[in-house]
Structures are given as C-alpha cells and as structure tokens.
C-alpha cells in the first residue's frame, strides 16, 4: 500500500478512517477505509516533522459517547491529537467539525508546560489523560483530553539501573494507568504506575545494544557510535511488540518479555518485508497489524498470531 513519502504512524478512528503522518511533506493524511490508500480524502498541512532527525511525531485519536434517542449512548469521533516535533507542540483537532483546529498545547522549553521534541503519545485508563513524551525534556508530560490544560510531569533525566530515562520516545497504556515507555537512549523498557511514579521492578525489557565502528581510508578507526534501536511499541493485549531500528525487524515479546523465536517482520524489498518499520497499529479485531514503513514509503500488512 504506497502513497505516502515518508509514512512514519498510524491511526484508525471509529468510521475506518485511517490517518497517517508523513515525514516527506510534513502533512498529515486521511483515508476513507484501510483498503484504499491511493488518494487521501483529507489532508491537514502545517507541520514541521524534520524526517532528517532522530524525533517520530505520533497520532492519537479519542472517542466520545453521545447520548441518543432512547438515551442510548453512541461512540463518536472527538479528537485527534499530534504531535508536531520540530515546532515542539502538540495539535488538536475536532474530528467532528471538518479537523478543525481547537487547541494548541506546550511551546519550546523546558518549562513544565513546555515541549522539547514531543514524541510518543498515549490515553490513561479512562482517557482523560493525555500522556506525551517529551523527548528532549527526557519525562512525560501529562495534558488533560477535555479542557487541555497541563496536569503534571513525570520521569527525569537520570541513567541509573532502576530509574531514569535517557532519550525516551515512545510510550503505551497497558492498563489500569500504568505505562510503558521506551526508554531509546538506554536500550530498554521502563514501567511508570498509575500516578507517574516509577514501577518496582522499573525495567521491564532491557535490549541488546549495538555498536558501530567506523573506519578512515587507511583503516584506522575513527568514530565508535552505539545505536539506539528500540523506537516504538505496540501490544495486542496479550503480546508486545518493539521496532528495532538497527535490525530493521519488528520483534514479538510475550506477557513474561520472552522473545518469539521469529520476528513478525524482518528488513528486505519483498512485499512482507520492511526497511524502517517506525509506527504499528494493531487490530486486534481482525487479527491484523498494520507498519509504517518509513523508508520503503508503505503501509505494510501483516496477520496477527498471538501464540508463539
């Protein structure tokens, strides 16, 4: 499914429409089904996502309940949030009233209010709660989805074993308002509780680092750098799912954090494979997961098998 330049994440809201950033024009797209990615329906400009640099904007959507005839409650559409790293905010928008925009949150800083790099975004529980990660600023910063003022932060620079967060970029509700986040500069899973305090145990998942040697003419080293690789996460309820930038592979985890002996996707040209898979969307559903894959410029399909 190709139509985008640089397709980085997704999102699906309640009518199937599926909403995609793109790095290569900075726009965000908008599609009527998922089965048709050839022309957009709508698409909102004015972004600054700068795909030259390590920072992925995010799109998230809420739902409503709207009271009807009967006083049977309906789910609608309400919002739809990204973040816009380069211009360090995060914009809203009204599903409901042709994407109009209604709010904007945060500046550049390092304020508590403020933004620098906004990344990753999730809901609490109840979805009250915006939770962003705020890259730069290494923390989370927590927005209210209703009246959009800011609630509170927390995480901090830091790089010990059991706290601390160096780099963080993308982070996931797994329940009960507790959150994973993924902690890039440090090669690991953390978990916050519910009230943004650090779990016990906090380290969840610590990945395998990779270094890098690089070489003058005269073969004499000359820089030694250590990738970061885990850039995103994904579950299906049961299982969890990390984006490895440097292996290019989208690697499965069970509940326990074993890994599956076989990546979901592994980097190559053919269709199922990727180059640069950054943003997956799970449908839990209809057993399927969708990939942002940046470098190829497609959406890639894959089903979903829960079991190992």
Known sequence: MKNMFQPVNLAIDKDNKFYITDFGDNTVK????????????????????????????????????????????????????ISDPFNHVVKVYDIDNTLELIATLGSFGSGDTQFNQPSGMALNADGTELHVVDMMNHRISVWSTSTFDHIKNYGSLGHGENSGLYYPIDILHIGSGVMLVADCGHNRVVKFNANGSESTPYVVKKLDEYVKHEYDASGILSLTTRTFPLISLETDGTNFYISDLYTSNIVKFNSSWVEASTPVAVYGSEVGNVKFPKGMLVLVDEDKMYVADTMSGEIEEFALVKNF
């Open 30 to 81: 908008i599609f009527s089904n998922l089965n048709d990615l050839t022309t957009p329906t709508s698409v909102i400009t004015g972004f600054n996502f700068n795909e030259k640099t390590f920072s992925f904007p995010d799109i998230l959507i809420t739902l409503k309940e709207v009271s009807v005839e009967g006083g049977v409650a309906e789910t609608h559409n309400d919002k739809l949030f």
